[in-house]
């Protein structure tokens, strides 16, 4: 099921960059089941041996909505733009911003699924910036040094994030303690295809939007023309 969402999903975003529209908003709660049929199949069972249910959709067409950021790539955009949790890092780093932001959204929106919780719950940039390394590696040094001069302050020289000195508690260590390598997540939270699965993740949430899979490439990688 999460393998059929994502490939809806893509499709959709591949439509909307086609015509050359950016969401800049993709979340979960603007993904919508086009029908609410469901049906019931057995889930668990209790230890006084009563069967659990579970409810899964008849359908996997999808409805994206709320467009009212949405922008034409020729336009003038805003410096800020999506919601927190599936924000892309050029945005943060002030570096600008266009087709690949709804790439990341949707790579953030995918771990969603398959975890049942948000990838990066975070309310402020360093710490945002810091679970990014904790999950996917070090942020491209590059990207560090053109980062916008109100970003400058996350880092140590222009070089290295200013993590944890510059943390605001010991709760926002802790929370970015907590997270795993993308690569463990995958392992523990898929079923099949974890390797594809692992392998898509990684060529979607990569740093530099440069190297972001387009939607089209996303829909060719061989978690989706392999399904198991």
């Known amino acids: 099921m999460c393998s059929i969402a994502l490939q809806k999903m893509r499709n959709t ?5 086609d015509l050359r529209l950016i969401h800049t908003d993709l979340k979960p709660e ?18 006084q041996d009563e069967m ?22 020729n336009q003038d955009h805003n410096s800020i733009v999506s919601t927190r949790h599936y924000r892309a890092p050029e945005i ?19 771990v969603e699924l398959c975890s049942g ?25 590059h990207m560090i040094r053109k980062s916008s001069s109100s970003a400058q302050k996350y880092f140590r020289r222009a070089t290295r994030l200013n993590w944890p000195e510059g943390a605001v508690s010991r709760e926002s260590i802790r929370a970015v303690k907590k997270l795993d390598r993308l690569k463990d997540l995958v392992s523990r939270n898929a079923g099949h295809s974890k390797a594809e699965l692992a392998d ?15 939607a ?6 061989p978690f989706f ?3 198991t």
Not at 13 to 17: A, S
Not at 52 to 73: E, N
Not at 92 to 110: A, E, K, M, Q, R
Request: proline share 6%; charged share 20%; net charge negative.
């Open 13 to 17: 975003d591949l439509y909307m960059h």
């Open 30 to 47: 603007n993904i919508l089941l086009v029908s609410s049929e469901y049906i019931k199949v057995p889930s668990t069972k209790n230890s």
């Open 200 to 214: 898509l993740l990684y060529s979607i949430l990569r740093f530099e939007p440069s190297e972001r899979l387009t």
């Open 52 to 73: 659990h249910f579970k409810c899964l959709p008849q359908s996997s067409a999808i409805k994206l909505i709320d467009f009212g950021s949405t922008a034409f790539d």
């Open 225 to 227: 023309r392999n399904p």
């Open 117 to 141: 919780e948000a990838l990066f719950q975070t309310h402020e940039n360093l710490e945002h910036l810091a679970m990014m390394e904790r999950v996917l590696g070090p942020l491209p040094e």
């Open 216 to 221: 089209q490439e996303a829909l060719e990688h």
């Open 92 to 110: 943060i780093l002030g570096l600008g911003w266009s087709f690949p932001c709804d790439i990341w959204s949707v790579g953030c929106i995918l």
